[in-house]
């Protein structure tokens, strides 16, 4: 059965940094690419960026020339590095794996992590 377990969560404040981990099962980090959602109080919840399995990223607008996916094979663990945090990146940020499409377009799996609260505070 997959799993995903995210971590690094936390309180920091505006322009800090912080990184996100995310741990996958062999079985299901191998074959996928993996995603990093967002949902902030109130709102849907939103991709903010995306890493297939051989590299290729994207980015929601919103965290281009801020965030920067990664991932290390070896570990079965991809990476969210924050920097420059806003007050308006607060949410729950979960991790998924999904498929990239031939567009470049990333389409969330059935697994996701538990999720772990960033709180950026003005």
């Known amino acids: 059965q997959g799993q995903l377990v995210e971590s690094g969560g936390g309180l920091v404040q505006a322009t800090g940094s912080l990184r996100l981990s995310c741990t996958a099962s062999?079985?299901?980090?191998?074959?996928?690419?993996m995603g990093w959602y967002r949902q902030a109080p109130g709102k849907q919840r939103e991709l903010v960026a995306a890493?297939?399995?051989?590299?290729?990223?994207n980015y929601v607008d919103s965290v281009k020339g801020r965030f920067t996916i990664s991932r290390d094979n070896a570990k079965n663990t991809v990476y969210l590095q924050m920097n420059s945090l806003k007050p308006e990146d607060t949410a729950v940020y979960y991790c998924?794996?999904?498929?990239?499409?031939?567009?470049?377009?990333?389409?969330?799996?059935?697994?996701w992590g538990q999720g772990t609260q960033v709180t950026v505070s003005s």
């Open positions: 890493i297939s399995s051989g590299g290729s990223t």
């Open positions: 998924n794996a999904g498929l990239f499409g031939d567009s470049g377009s990333y389409y969330p799996g059935d697994y």
């Open positions: 062999g079985s299901i980090f191998n074959i996928n690419a």
